[in-house]
């Protein structure tokens, strides 16, 4: 059995148990950069005592000079701007943690909208581009609101009946046709983000099909 690491992110850090649990339970927690403060002053809620995570990635445009010269030993400096503290994270999980099999996003979201919509629409790159079915590796962005994760193809959800989905892709060309919902996706044309969110399970399975394999992102909350 593959396992689970956690990337902190330096939006809102959770205070809800699921997201807690999932740090807790973690074989290895990884931070960005301007993360590492807010990690180390929730980890002695969550372990009980003041606890260090695995590694430090990003820039380090925004790491506190304390902070980096006390954990100088964890930091992995990746300067270029082409990507952004989230990414250059993941990227390093998905090469050197190698027995991974999921990677859980944690204070990705929340306090700047900016980087709630970014960090949210770079799930559905990640799943592209390292073809994360392939590797095995699930993922997915969990906050005290919702569950978010990418699909890449058709996909059958035991999400519970009642549970309040919403589905969103960049891709115009791309026709999702469901079953389980309240409100059918079939027509949907997936030209501006609104167009298929905002819905819920009316069985406790819901299936979504393709119409080819393409990017998209499902909320769950």
Request: with cysteine; glycine share 6%.
């Amino acid at each position: 059995m593959g396992k689970s690491a956690v990337i902190i992110g330096d939006g809102q850090f959770p205070q809800k148990e699921y997201p807690k649990y999932l740090i807790k339970s973690a074989d290895y927690i990884v931070c960005c950069d301007g993360a590492l403060g807010k990690f180390l002053r929730n980890s002695r809620k969550i372990f009980g005592e003041t606890k260090a995570p695995d590694a430090v990635i990003g820039d380090m445009d925004s790491l506190q000079a304390s902070l980096k010269a006390s954990y100088s030993g964890l930091i992995v400096s990746v300067p270029e701007q082409e990507t952004n503290d989230q990414t250059k994270a993941f990227n390093y999980v998905v090469d050197n943690f190698r027995d991974v099999s999921e990677i859980h996003f944690i204070g990705a979201t929340g306090l700047r909208e900016d980087h709630t919509i970014g960090n949210i629409s770079l799930l559905m790159e990640y799943a592209r581009e390292r073809d994360l079915d392939a590797m095995g590796i699930s993922i997915d962005m969990v906050s005290d609101y919702s569950t978010i994760f990418p699909v890449t193809d058709t996909i059958e959800l035991q999400c519970g009946k009642g549970r309040r989905i919403s589905i969103i892709s960049p891709d115009n060309s791309l026709r999702i046709s469901s079953s389980g919902l309240v409100w059918p996706t079939d027509n949907v044309i997936f030209d501006n983000w609104w167009k298929a969110t905002l819905n819920k399970a009316e069985k406790d399975t819901v299936t979504l099909t393709f119409n080819h394999k393409s990017i998209a992102i499902v909320i769950l909350n």
